[in-house]
């Protein structure tokens, strides 16, 4: 897809003034009263640029209209590890922006490093506690403290070819992933992975019985290297090597989505942006050429929760009325608003008055909402997921067994998940 981020970006300045991905270098100046008696608070985020335009042209005007005395300064920024280790610096010297957009993933590292404002005293949260997912709620849960709202969700789908599943002699997607592998080595046919992280495989490992932590996220050995995990990953790597597995991100110019929609390639997974970026008419001509499908499972949940939760950063001068815009922007209007972006709520409210027909490309993702697994919400996922991706490499590589590679890998991550304990 082409951006074309300068009419974008003069867009965005001109209608609420949320910023381009450059950094506010000094804070001060911004989270100050505006010269009319309003009180300024900053905002980071990392929405695209369909859901940015959601934010500057309905939800902050709507927030400031139901807010007279509050302004929200916007700054749209790169979900990458520059902007976690910005953050973590800016926090951990009280610089940072008032509220944050921050991925799932990163809410227990903040959280465990004393980085983020707590949330329970704060007036109304104990009412707010039961309205949200509440798996997307335990991410920000420590020590008996809560640090984060749920803001949005997304999981996976598995997303077919249907020319390719017809040649087959299907009219509906496998329901197993174990029946997807089968169909694969029997016709050939290509499974585009986008690599090789917790992200893109565990959804597959666990849709083939695997596992990778016990319950309290306390131990790897006996589930990462268990019977159950080394049967999958081996059938996995078998597919790799007989040219039927794709990494998009080993090749350059590679692109899973487009490979699935011209029929060569049987099945990729992806979140709902891969419909949601498209025009009205893109996404008809695209539901013909693909079925998306719940993710196959396997023993238990094999579709893995993403999503954004919204922090206040340590150090924030305006405490109050960023737990304001916190509860605006998770509450019922302003969650309805952003789901016409393909965006899940996470609030039970909206998402029961949210109507999504049973032929819409989000109906399969609303639908599995409450059958998903968590990345674990440990101090070290970061940490552990680089040994996890460094050894599953390996093995996809013939460097190591399967065996070997994920007893060397549980072995790593235990030691990791000791000292996030």
Known sequence: MVIRWIPLLLILLLTAGCGSTSVIS?????????GNGKTVITFWHTYNDAETRLLVQELIPAFERNNPNIRVKCTNLANNNELKYNLIARASS??????????????????????????????????????????????????????????????????????????????????SMSEVLELARKHRYTIGLGGLEAWDTLPYIYSLGGSFMNENFTRAS???????????????????????????????NSDNWEAVRSGNMLVTDE????????????????????????F??????????????????????????????????????????????????????????????????LYPYVEAMDDTFLRPPVKNWSKIEEVYTLYLHKIFLGKLSVKDGLDDAASEIDTLLADSN
């Open 296 to 361: 196959p499972q396997g023993k238990g949940p094999s579709s893995i929760i993403g999503g954004e939760n919204l922090v206040i950063l340590k150090g924030s001068r305006h405490p109050a009325e960023a737990w304001a815009f916190m509860k605006w922007m998770t509450g019922k209007e302003a969650q309805l608003i952003m789901a016409r972006a393909g965006l899940i709520p996470t609030n039970r409210e909206a998402v029961q008055a949210l109507s999504v027909s049973t032929d819409s490309y």
């Open 271 to 294: 979140a709902p942006w891969f419909y949601s970026l498209l025009k009205d008419s893109e996404i008809h001509d695209a539901l013909k050429q693909t079925l998306p499908a719940p």
């Open 222 to 252: 006996g589930y990462l290297n268990g019977e159950d995990t080394v049967r999958a990953v081996e059938m996995l790597a078998g597919l790799y090597k007989e040219h039927l597995i794709h990494l998009s991100a080993a090749t350059l």
């Open 94 to 175: 009280n610089r940072g922006p008032d509220v944050v957009r921050m991925d799932i993933s990163w809410v227990p590292e903040f959280t465990q490093k004393g980085l983020l404002e707590p949330l329970n005293g704060l007036p109304g949260f104990e009412a707010l506690k039961p309205v949200f997912h509440q798996k997307a709620m335990s991410v920000g849960h420590y020590k008996n403290q809560y640090y984060s709202l749920p803001l949005n969700l997304y999981t996976k789908s598995a997303i077919f070819n249907r020319k390719l599943l017809m040649r087959a002699g299907r009219t509906e997607a496998p329901r």
């Open 26 to 34: 000094n804070p001060k100046q911004v989270q100050t009263l505006d």
